[in-house]
């Protein structure tokens, strides 16, 4: 391989996206006021994610995929939920994945939060939804996707579940996927999760969590901030860290510069170092973005004293698995302006369910 220059790197991973979240913007207002991260969830998201369907589904993911390739991002690990429409979901985001030629990792988040369409508290038992969202990823990943098995979080799920989805993971010899005590309702998440987790585990948020797991910690400084749930401190544990995004785009230098903010209010001696340290310790769950090249609109690619604080930096080139997905400015693979209009009017078909 060709070293790089001083205005390439390689490529990006967000480590935790939700590629269904793309067509959420502009979504009507919640019928109440959500005061809390538990009335977030129920008020918009768990909405949302029950009024997808495959074609709202595969649009979501193709802007969201175009929108992380024209960030620099090569890779995106998806977490995904279609309480709706479980069968195929996996498919629809692969296809848009592969459309516009970003290299992804998905799960299906399965939960047992909700019993015969009513939501529950403290599932005791698995459900329906759960087991079907347990084939979906067995389904998906025998034929030939790559995976890892999805969990919403401990708090959504009954011990049956979270143990039928640790054993997935073992059999495929995959990690587990799972937010991990994003807000104070998964506080029991250590203790619940603790003879589960192994390293191969992708620990989404851990803003609360009390005792160390094992596993990858992924942090997501935006979404954290957005939700009020807390800074979550990921430097007080000794697991690897990476940075996500939570489903609000795939910019990770975006994402990087606010992990640099939000930690150096915390420790005003802390540099930019530790948090570029978090960008290149996801290569360890995505190797293959190392040979994925982007060129940029700057020249101090590898200077993270200057990256945290310049805005506004663009690829001007994509290369993918030896692919120019992005060429000059241009996207090569997919029609931007088409996917732009079919993901909204796939918007307004959305956003008209949940009005109803
Ligand atoms: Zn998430």
């Given at each position: 391989?060709?070293?790089?220059?001083?205005?390439?790197?390689?490529?990006?991973?967000?480590?935790?996206?939700?590629?269904?979240?793309?067509?959420?913007?502009?979504?009507?207002?919640?019928?109440?006021?959500?005061?809390?991260?538990?009335?977030?969830?129920?008020n918009?998201?768990?909405?949302?994610?029950?009024?997808?369907?495959?074609?709202?589904?595969?649009?979501?993911?193709?802007?969201?995929?175009?929108?992380?390739?024209?960030?620099?991002?090569t890779?995106i690990?998806?977490?995904?939920?279609?309480?709706?429409?479980i069968?195929g979901?996996?498919?629809?985001?692969?296809?848009?994945?592969?459309?516009?030629?970003?290299?992804?990792?998905?799960?299906?988040?399965?939960?047992?939060?909700?019993?015969?369409?009513?939501l529950?508290?403290?599932?005791?038992?698995?459900?329906?939804?759960?087991?079907?969202?347990?084939?979906?990823?067995e389904?998906?990943?025998a034929?030939?996707?790559?995976?890892?098995?999805?969990?919403?979080?401990?708090?959504?799920?009954?011990?049956?579940?979270?143990?039928?989805?640790?054993?997935?993971?073992?059999?495929?010899?995959?990690?587990?996927?799972?937010?991990?005590?994003?807000?104070?309702?998964?506080?029991?998440?250590?203790?619940?999760?603790?003879?589960?987790?192994?390293?191969?585990?992708?620990?989404?948020?851990?803003?609360?969590?009390?005792?160390?797991?094992?596993?990858?910690?992924?942090?997501?400084?935006?979404?954290?901030?957005?939700?009020?749930?807390?800074?979550?401190?990921?430097?007080?544990?000794?697991?690897?860290v990476?940075?996500?995004?939570?489903?609000?785009?795939?910019?990770m230098?975006e994402?990087?510069?606010?992990?640099?903010?939000?930690?150096?209010?915390?420790?005003?001696?802390?540099?930019?170092?530790?948090?570029?340290k978090?960008?290149?310790?996801?290569?360890?769950?995505?190797?293959?973005?190392?040979?994925?090249?982007?060129?940029?609109?700057?020249?101090?690619?590898?200077?993270?004293?200057?990256?945290?604080?310049?805005?506004?930096?663009?690829?001007?080139?994509?290369?993918?698995?030896?692919?120019?997905?992005?060429?000059?400015?241009?996207?090569?693979?997919?029609?931007?302006?088409?996917?732009?209009?079919k993901?909204?009017?796939?918007?307004?078909h959305?956003?008209?369910?949940l009005e109803?």
């Amino acid at each position: 391989m060709t070293p790089l220059e001083s205005n390439q790197t390689e490529g990006l991973v967000c480590s935790h996206h939700h590629l269904y979240s793309s067509l959420a913007r502009g979504m009507p207002a919640p019928p109440s006021l959500p005061t809390n991260f538990r009335t977030i969830l129920e008020n918009i998201w768990w909405r949302l994610d029950a009024a997808l369907d495959l074609d709202s589904i595969y649009w979501s993911a193709a802007l969201g995929a175009l929108e992380a390739v024209r960030s620099g991002c090569t890779t995106i690990i998806d977490h995904h939920e279609s309480p709706m429409a479980i069968e195929g979901s996996l498919d629809a985001i692969a296809r848009a994945c592969d459309d516009v030629g970003v290299r992804h990792v998905l799960s299906y988040g399965v939960t047992d939060r909700w019993n015969n369409g009513v939501l529950t508290n403290s599932p005791t038992r698995m459900s329906d939804g759960a087991r079907r969202g347990l084939a979906e990823t067995e389904r998906y990943i025998a034929s030939g996707g790559r995976a890892m098995v999805g969990v919403h979080a401990s708090f959504t799920c009954s011990d049956e579940t979270l143990e039928a989805a640790a054993d997935l993971a073992r059999r495929l010899a995959v990690g587990v996927h799972i937010h991990v005590a994003e807000g104070p309702d998964d506080d029991r998440a250590a203790q619940r999760l603790t003879h589960l987790a192994d390293d191969s585990w992708l620990l989404v948020h851990c803003v609360h969590l009390s005792d160390e797991l094992p596993g990858t910690i992924v942090h997501n400084p935006r979404s954290n901030m957005n939700n009020a749930v807390g800074y979550a401190r990921p430097t007080r544990f000794s697991n690897r860290v990476v940075l996500g995004t939570d489903g609000i785009g795939a910019d990770m230098f975006e994402e990087a510069r606010i992990a640099y903010a939000r930690l150096r209010e915390h420790d005003v001696t802390a540099t930019p170092d530790t948090v570029w340290k978090w960008l290149e310790n996801s290569y360890a769950l995505a190797p293959e973005s190392r040979d994925d090249v982007v060129s940029w609109t700057y020249d101090h690619m590898h200077e993270p004293w200057r990256l945290a604080f310049t805005p506004g930096v663009t690829p001007t080139d994509v290369v993918i698995d030896g692919r120019a997905v992005i060429k000059e400015g241009r996207v090569t693979t997919v029609d931007v302006d088409e996917v732009r209009a079919k993901a909204f009017e796939s918007a307004v078909h959305l956003h008209k369910k949940l009005e109803s």
